[in-house]
């Protein structure tokens, strides 16, 4: 019997990012057959295309998505067919000394950086047989993905698949950065610089926690405005306000500085928003060989932290059913993060929304 072949979002080192048709083998020992939703545009899958994060080997990319378990391999025991997943893209080993300590998002022993399933396999070949490798373990712009059971997390059926897909990175790591990176208490104040899908979800995690004043800075007047929506107290133009000064002047410096873009330059910039003893999270990511430079007298004289921020410092089968109750119940409204819903066919031009930070998160669907 032929196999059959379904069209996917592609990144190739020399073709670049085209749509390829891919076949998909069945689930092995621990895998999930997953028939995909909705699968939001990240800017990490835009550092792919960027070449910020070079890669040697054709990638199908997506990273954050929902989707229906279609089926399971043997062993599998925490997902069966028809549950709905929001698919976790650090799918821990479950064995290493980080995850018996509890950190899995600083798991070692996890292959999905490698881009492979933890056998080091790929579950796709494309129509000349030639192995097509799954982004983070997921490879998710396409109608269907064989994924570690570790990646599919089982979420409440009425959970929207669009939100179930931000909850896969964007949301998860914003809130996360904030509750578990972080630990921001009521009454601390706080600075985002970026606000795109990860920013946003920072802004509205500090609303969650009760952090005042919250400040939101990016170069959109259309993302300030939903920033000021989801609870930022002032909104800065980035290119129009030097917000270190800025932040020192107004309010005294933050305890808080994120920055949501993975720009050294900005990075450099955060130490000097802090109030002493504050820290700066750097969840936005950088490119491979990226450095900076800080005031280093100014770092050690007043004490101030800098915290890395690797997927929120969650444990996706924890923290995202937890925040998915959180959507349910009407406490993390963030409807509002999803913009325009395209395609798949159409994933060139959800790229360029998200170079023109048009909208705020382009939706997928397969
Ligand atoms: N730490 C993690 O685990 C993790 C997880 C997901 C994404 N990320 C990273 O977070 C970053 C943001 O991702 P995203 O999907 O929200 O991207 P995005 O492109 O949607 O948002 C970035 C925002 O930064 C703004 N911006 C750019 N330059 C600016 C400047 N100089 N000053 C102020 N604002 C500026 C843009 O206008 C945009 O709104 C990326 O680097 C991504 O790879 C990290
Ligand atoms: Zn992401
Ligand atoms: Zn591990």
Request: a negative charge; proline letters at 7%; charged letters at 20%.
């Amino acid at each position: 019997m032929p196999k059959q072949h379904s069209p996917a979002v592609v990144f190739d080192p020399v073709g670049g990012l085209h749509t390829r048709d891919v076949s998909l083998r069945p689930a092995g020992p621990g895998e999930v057959e997953i028939d995909v939703r909705a699968a939001g545009v990240c800017h990490s899958d835009l550092h792919i295309v960027n070449g910020d994060w070079p890669t040697d080997r054709p990638l199908v990319l997506g990273h954050e998505a929902a989707g229906v378990v279609t089926a399971t391999g043997p062993g599998v025991t925490s997902v069966e067919a028809g549950d709905h997943v929001v698919l976790s893209w650090f799918a821990p080993c479950r064995k290493c000394r980080k995850c018996i300590a509890g950190q899995a998002w600083l798991c070692t022993g996890t292959r999905a950086v490698a881009n492979t399933l933890p056998d080091g396999t790929t579950p796709f070949r494309d129509a000349q047989d030639e192995e097509v490798w799954p982004y983070l373990g997921l490879g998710a712009f396409t109608d269907r993905v064989v994924v570690p059971e570790a990646a599919a997390v089982k979420v409440p059926d009425d959970l929207p698949f669009d939100i179930g897909a931000l909850l896969g990175c964007s949301i998860t790591t914003g809130v996360g950065a904030v509750m578990n990176t972080a630990g921001v208490r009521p009454g601390e104040s706080a600075v985002v610089v970026g606000a795109g899908g990860v920013g946003l979800s920072v802004v509205m995690g500090l609303r969650l926690v009760g952090a005042d004043p919250v400040v939101a800075v990016d170069l959109s007047p259309e993302r300030l405005a939903v920033a000021e929506r989801f609870g930022a107290t002032h909104t800065l133009d980035g290119r129009a306000t030097d917000v270190a000064t800025w932040c020192q002047e107004e309010l005294g410096g933050m305890d808080y500085a994120f920055e949501a873009i993975g720009s050294p330059r900005v990075i450099e910039t955060l130490p000097a928003m802090l109030t002493s003893g504050g820290a700066a999270v750097l969840v936005g990511m950088a490119p491979t060989d990226a450095t900076g430079a800080f005031n280093l007298f100014d770092l050690a004289d007043q004490g101030k932290r800098i915290l890395g921020c690797n997927y929120g410092s969650s444990i996706g089968a924890l923290d995202i059913p937890k925040l998915a109750g959180l959507y349910l119940a009407g406490r993390l409204p963030v409807d509002e993060l999803i913009g325009t819903v395209r395609p798949l066919a159409e994933a060139p031009a959800a790229f360029d929304d998200l170079r023109a930070s048009a909208g705020v998160r382009t939706i997928l669907r397969p």
